[in-house]
């Protein structure tokens, strides 16, 4: 399960508020994804809901449940950080298995998931291997491989494919969205790029300096955006 709920979630640095009150719900097993300029409180949104941030105000639930102060660790997220977060000294299998060997799982049920992981994103032939042998999209996929391995109720990204090559990038996107489709987990999934938004997004969250421009499918932005902001972005002709 992994719906997810925002109530005048707030967040303020010092003086600054970076997020006014903001209400939203993502929905059991949706791709939202988080679209909006440089600077508009992407990355801060998703922090406060994976709890790397503590909101300033406001409640974020998961499945209903309060999880405002729980911490980041006992939210059942998954944030799936750029391959570059990888450690190089590290087989893939070791890195994969990485969060579960520090909440001291039994090896056994490590072997299994880390198995699971890589067969779903063909990685089984590189368990061996160490970052630096792998290409940018097997990267990309390992670090992947270290989210699902935590059977997460949600997987949060931030920009997760913007230091790799644009070719690299499109086939990234793909595997992401057949990956959801596999899975059918909630997947949150930050990015400046429209097309990325446009073509993985069940939902899309148009963010404008803190705040929700517009929330809807692409097909809804694209038809009826709310106003020139969300137009431009989309880049539909209103
Ligand atoms: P985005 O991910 O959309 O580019 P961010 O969420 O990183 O935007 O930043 C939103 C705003 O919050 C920016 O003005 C940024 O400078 C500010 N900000 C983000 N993190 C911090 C921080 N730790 N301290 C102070 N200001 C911050
Ligand atoms: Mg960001």
Excluded at 130 to 143: C, D, E, K, M, N
Excluded at 177 to 185: C, Q, V
Aim: glycine share 8%; hydrophobic share 40%; aromatic share 6%.
């Amino acid at each position: 399960m992994g719906r997810i709920t925002l109530d005048k979630v707030t967040k303020s640095f010092g003086a600054t508020e970076v997020i006014p009150p903001l209400d939203l719900t993502i929905e059991d097993g949706e791709f939202a994804v988080f679209v909006g300029p440089s600077g508009c409180g992407k990355s801060t949104l998703l922090r406060l809901i994976a709890g790397l941030e503590d909101v300033t105000s406001g409640t974020i639930r998961i499945d209903g449940e309060d999880a405002t102060m729980v911490p980041p660790a006992k939210r059942g997220l998954a944030m799936v950080f750029q391959s570059y977060a990888l450690y190089p000294h590290m087989s893939v299998r070791k890195n994969i298995a990485f969060p579960l060997r520090m909440a001291k799982m039994a090896q056994d049920e490590i072997d299994r998931r880390v198995q699971g992981a890589a067969s779903v994103l063909n990685l089984t032939d590189y368990l061996d291997r160490r970052p630096g042998q792998l290409s940018g999209g097997q990267r990309q996929r390992v670090a992947i491989g270290r989210a699902i391995v935590r059977e997460p109720a949600a997987f949060l990204f931030d920009e997760p494919l913007s230091n790799l090559d644009a070719a690299l990038r499109v086939g990234m996107r793909l595997e992401i969205s057949e990956l959801h489709k596999r899975l059918a987990t909630t997947m949150i999934y930050v990015t400046h790029d429209q097309v990325e938004a446009m073509t993985m997004a069940d939902k899309i969250v148009v963010l404008r300096a803190g705040h929700i421009e517009q929330v809807g499918s692409p097909l809804e932005l694209y038809r009826e955006p709310r106003n020139l902001f969300v137009a431009g972005f989309i880049g539909s002709p209103k």
